[in-house]
């Protein structure tokens, strides 16, 4: 993952150029889904595919980077309004109980 707009690769440090783009599906609050693109880029060097996500979501995760952090800091919970079936409490749960890692 990139993250930051890094022109090099994580991995070899080789430069990285513009490869393709995917869709991914982001959430939010009160059910609300969109897609949004995200670019690929391959490393020069090594051949790696590296993503470039922007700043409002964490890598592997669909849900909003606010929402994540406001279930880990306690602010939202299962009685939250406009969050009282998203996301579900076992979500919720899962990101208390695993180490996510904060950028």
């Not at 939010?28 to 949004?36: D, G, L, M, V």
């Not at 690929?40 to 980077?65: N, T, V």
Request: proline share 4%; aromatic share 10%; net charge positive.
């Amino acid at each position: 993952m990139i993250i930051n707009n890094e022109s090099t690769c994580p991995i070899c440090g080789g430069t990285l150029k513009y490869y393709d783009s995917v869709k991914r599906i982001v959430r939010s609050k009160a059910r609300y889904t969109k897609r949004i693109k995200i670019r690929r880029l391959k490393c020069e060097s090594c051949g790696m595919l590296h993503r470039e996500l922007p700043d409002f979501i964490y890598p592997y995760k669909q849900y909003e980077k606010e929402i994540i952090l406001g279930v880990l800091e306690g602010i939202i919970t299962s009685d939250t309004l406009g969050f009282e079936d998203y996301p579900c409490e076992m979500t919720m749960l899962r990101w208390r109980t695993k180490k996510i890692i904060i950028y």
